[in-house]
């Protein structure tokens, strides 16, 4: 039986020869990025690049501390802690070759429930050169149909009143950018790791309506000082599971939390930034004057596939994206809704074939090794789909293009609200903001059957679009009476 090392400074060099671990000297490193949202995606993507520029380059600016800003990040702290701030990185092959790479990039950790002073104080010191952000689309804490600051929120209500114990990240990035300012530090760049159209414009816009609200003065030097560079960023990383961790253990390594992760990865920057900046072209990170054409099409193809895929195979039975794909009629259907509805709207992508894009997303999101539950996938959809596919209707319907697979994925997410329940009457794992609203509206379809776009902060118009309301009222009416989502999919495909 393999005894397995607890994963840890001192036992590196004790671990199997098979697992890469970092090379350069940790100790030295200082935190010249403070990362807010320490989650899977993070671990596996931007603390991964800068692991492998730190061991390419040596350099000792660009460790990372994270932040986490709510009691339930207290778990990964006390984890990444225990650890010395390391974790394994396993790179699961379509063939099934695992790579393990220990990520040394991480050098500490803070939580903001126990000492927001402290947290404060990190992001405004002279070395933090960089603040960036993974706290998913509902933290940016817009309105969806309006693309408006929400000020209802009571947080945010909160924070414009308690400068030095802020709770949101607005709050928190207002506190320390007044500081730096106060104390004749430059400013440090904010820069967006989510999955958002135009992230970072995004982020400037929201941190601005906050900080104007609070400071007027303090907003227009945040204005003119504070660069938001705009990227796409794109790496599948699946909740990691028991399974998961117990492989890991069976190789010989204890990891309380690894991040599990395809190998596919793919940065594209904007080069805007305040105060320097980590060069992460040298490791794989592409910056370009406009990401715009590259973010679309990943949030329109891949993001939107996700959803897709999420929102039907939820209905059906299916538990993982891999096992959508490995049915023909659902890989059939991604792909004409790839190509029939998403594509004609995008724009050309320079040094992209956008045939072979949609090829390497099918292979990709197909890989049997990386397990990716449809409830992940699902999570917070009245954050995602207004972006990732309401977006791409709305220019069809202005367009005279088809809406047809597209409307049959909005009339599923109404029943999936609606029922919550696969076409078996299995119960579904449905985690989302708006989940009560999205249950209230759905439930009110077979009454009304528009009821579920009266929710103009997630549809906008659409309930006055009569070509797409004819389509969904017929796509909502086969399904309600039966919820055998296949059938449907089939008539829209034949």
């Known amino acids: ?94 063939n099934g070759t695992i790579e393990n790479r220990v990520i040394g990039s991480i050098i500490d950790f803070m939580l903001a429930t126990d000492n927001p002073t ?13 603040v960036s952000l993974t706290i998913t689309e509902g933290g940016y804490n817009f309105n969806a149909a309006t693309n408006e600051f929400d000020f209802s929120n009571p947080d945010v209500q909160q924070d414009l009143v308690n400068l030095d114990a802020p709770v949101t990240v607005f709050g928190y990035l207002t506190a320390a950018l007044k500081k730096r ?30 900080a104007r609200k609070q400071d007027a003065e303090l907003a227009d030097w945040i204005e003119q000082e504070v660069r938001f560079p705009n990227a796409m960023v794109d790496r599948i990383t699946p909740v990691t599971t028991p399974a998961d961790m117990e492989t890991l253990r069976a190789s010989g390594v204890e990891d309380a939390w690894p991040v599990v992760c395809e190998p596919f990865c793919q940065w594209v920057i904007e080069d805007e930034f305040s105060n320097g900046r980590p060069q992460w072209e040298q490791v794989g990170a592409q910056f370009v004057p406009d990401v715009t054409p590259y973010e679309t099409m990943k949030i ?57 894009y949609k090829n390497t997303l099918i292979e990709r999101f197909g890989n049997p090794n990386v397990k990716d539950n449809l409830s992940r996938i699902c999570l917070e959809s009245s954050a995602k789909l207004p972006k990732f596919l309401i977006s791409t209707i709305s220019e069809n319907l202005a367009n005279g293009g088809s809406i ?26 449905i985690v989302d903001e708006m989940k009560a609203s999205l249950h209230q509206a759905a439930s009110g379809t077979e009454s009304d059957v528009l009821s579920f776009l009266t929710l103009k902060d997630i549809f906008g118009d659409l309930i006055e679009q009569t070509a797409f309301t004819e389509e969904y009222t017929q796509q909502v009416k086969a ?14 495909i034949k």
């Open 300 to 356: 329109r193809l891949l993001n939107a596939g996700h959803s897709v895929l999420g929102l039907l195979g939820s209905i059906h039975g299916h538990d993982t994206i891999d096992g959508c794909i490995a049915d023909p009629l659902f890989a059939t259907y991604l792909r004409r809704f790839m190509d029939i509805e998403a594509s004609p709207v995008l724009d050309p992508v320079e040094g992209i074939n956008l045939d072979v």
């Open 181 to 210: 300012r106060d104390q004749g530090l430059p400013a440090f760049t904010v820069q967006s790791c989510d999955n958002i159209q135009h992230n970072g414009n995004m982020t400037q816009k929201m941190l601005l309506a906050f």
């Open 1 to 94: 039986m393999t005894t397995s090392i607890e994963l840890n400074q001192k036992s590196l060099q004790s671990l199997p020869e098979s697992f890469a671990r970092p090379s350069y000297e940790r100790s030295n490193l200082k935190a010249g990025i403070v990362h807010i949202g320490v989650g899977g995606f993070h671990r596996s993507h931007e603390a991964y690049y800068t692991d492998k520029l730190l061991a390419e380059t040596m350099t000792q600016d660009w460790g990372i501390c994270g932040i986490g800003l709510r009691e339930a990040d207290r778990k990964i702290g006390d984890i990444l802690k225990q650890q010395d701030y390391l974790y394994t990185l396993v790179v699961k092959h379509p």
């Open 118 to 130: 402290a947290v404060i104080d990190k992001m405004a010191h002279e070395d933090t050169k960089i």
């Open 479 to 492: 399904l309600y009476a039966n919820p055998d989502i296949a059938v449907l999919m089939q008539e829209i």
């Open 404 to 429: 047809h697979h597209a409307a049959l994925v909005i009339a599923a997410w109404c029943y999936y609200s609606d029922k919550g329940t696969d076409k078996n009457g299995k119960a579904l794992d």
